[in-house]
């Protein structure tokens, strides 16, 4: 298990994070929480997982903008993690993107 695998299996109990690996390998975080986002991160870089575990917030966003990293829909991703990590505990985050 690597390191972004501990992070990430801390971090997401609900919802579905599936990340897919240079090697094709996909890994997946999260229970699948009906109502809960489902997000998807293709790995397209070696060194994609080590700017993410550097710093979280500035290196999964440096990593999309330089194609080290893909995903279908950041907002679904944000939505994700953000429901995850609510800023008060006990307190569910509610988010609605309108296009």
Not at 20 to 25: E, M, P
Not at 48 to 59: M, V
């Amino acid at each position: 298990m690597s390191l972004l695998d501990k992070l990430l299996a801390g971090r997401l109990a609900h919802g579905r994070l599936t990340i897919c690996g240079t090697d094709g390998r996909e890994r997946h975080f999260g229970d699948g929480m009906v109502g809960w986002p489902q997000a998807r991160l293709q790995i397209n870089a070696a060194n994609a997982e080590r700017k993410i575990l550097l710093n979280p917030r500035l290196g999964l966003a440096e990593a999309i903008m330089d194609g080290a990293v893909s995903t279908d829909d950041i907002m679904v991703l944000v939505e994700l993690v953000r429901r995850n990590n609510p800023w008060e505990k006990g307190v569910e985050w509610q988010f609605t993107w309108r296009k």
